[in-house]
């Protein structure tokens, strides 16, 4: 990767990724887009920062044209607790928004990162080490427009060699910026809660067991994964990622170390059905073996980072 463009840059994972791809590759060789969410002062400061709505195809193009690009972070999307909300622009969004980059990586013969997730998973599949291949049938229209991603992708590999590589990742935890409205929004929300001193009303069961993982995890993955040697991949969009598990009772447990008089109130909303059809843990051999994935951080490692973190920024007045 030479000249890189990241659409979705000022959302949760782009906010991280984008600087670490800055610091690796060069400021001025990263460009940063964006669309109605603005950019972090880091990011307008230290590369040239681009406006991109990902549905329009033209500008897209113009803008890969004008900076040379040759590998996109594709990250902007709607995800799954905002898409039940908002179905039509989520298929609108997720899916043209893909399209889009797939066509002009064909024609201009770029590699691309595609983030999938979990959410590709639904009651029928084992919940417990869910298999790379499985039965897939997502309720939900994230899910939906993220397997159908996959399929797109795989397409475009086969069909016309486009060098496309992505991951299934698990709910992403970070103190940076906040989530953008997914149903594991609540395993970064107690955290917030629980520095600022607040109960938190938690709107998944204490018994919720998902999928996380930590975003110096999910930022490594997606830049070892595009930098893995491609002869070595037997698959393209597609891999499972695991980190850690854990429910949201033992996640609430964890904080209380730290601070002990932290108190939760569980009151199920429409989240619960999402996360009730997602597995609690997954099989990711297939991208332990293909391009030697294992993760650093686990649940107590990562609640003590976030915790430093988070009072870090309380004290300068970040949150
Ligand atoms: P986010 O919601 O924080 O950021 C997404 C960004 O996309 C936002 O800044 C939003 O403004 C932008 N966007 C929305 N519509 C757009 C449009 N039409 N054109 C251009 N930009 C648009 O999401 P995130 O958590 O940073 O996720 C990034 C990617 O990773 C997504 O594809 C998501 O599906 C995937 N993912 C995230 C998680 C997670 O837990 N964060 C887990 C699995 C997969
Ligand atoms: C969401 O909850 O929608 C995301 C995801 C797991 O894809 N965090």
């Not at 397997?147 to 590589?165: I, P």
């Not at 499972?240 to 009772?249: D, E, I, K, V």
């Not at 009730?276 to 297939?286: E, G, H, L, Y």
Request: with cysteine; charged share 25%.
């Amino acid at each position: 990767m030479r000249r890189i463009l990241v659409t979705g840059a000022a959302g949760q994972i782009g906010s991280e990724l984008t600087p670490r791809l800055r610091e690796l590759y060069g400021g001025e060789n990263v460009v940063a887009t964006f669309h109605i969410k603005k950019l972090g002062e880091d990011l307008l400061s230290s590369g040239p920062c681009e406006h991109l709505d990902v549905t329009d195809a033209k500008r897209l193009r113009e803008i890969v044209e004008e900076y040379d690009i040759d590998s996109i972070f594709h990250l902007a999307a709607i995800l799954s607790a905002k898409g039940e909300q908002k179905p039509q622009l989520a298929w609108h969004v997720n899916m043209s928004g893909l399209y889009n980059v797939l066509e002009v990586a064909r024609e201009l013969e770029l590699r691309v990162f595609y983030p999938s997730s979990i959410a590709v998973f639904s009651p029928e599949t084992p919940r417990d080490m869910t298999p790379q291949l499985t039965v897939m049938r997502p309720r939900t229209i994230y899910g939906v427009t993220k397997l159908a991603g996959e399929l797109l992708c795989d397409y475009y590999h086969n069909r016309f060699g486009v060098d496309v590589r992505g991951v299934r990742y698990p709910g992403v935890i970070s103190y940076k910026t906040p989530p953008g409205g997914g149903t594991t929004d609540y395993a970064v929300e107690m955290f917030y809660a629980a520095v600022k001193g607040e109960p938190y009303t938690c709107f998944v069961r204490e018994d919720t067991v998902l999928p996380m993982i930590y975003m110096p995890d999910c930022i490594k993955a997606a830049i070892q994964l595009m930098e893995a040697d491609a002869e070595r991949l037997t698959r393209h969009a597609d891999y499972n990622l695991a980190s850690m598990s854990f429910s949201a009772g033992e996640l609430a447990e964890e904080i209380r170390k730290h601070i002990p008089d932290f108190k939760v109130v569980y009151k199920p909303d429409y989240r619960q059905r999402i996360a009730d059809t997602w597995p609690r843990s997954i099989d990711d051999s297939a991208a332990r073996r293909d391009w030697g994935w294992k993760p650093s951080y686990g649940l107590a490692e990562m609640t003590r980072d976030m915790i430093e973190n988070l009072r870090r920024r309380l004290e300068e007045g970040l949150l």
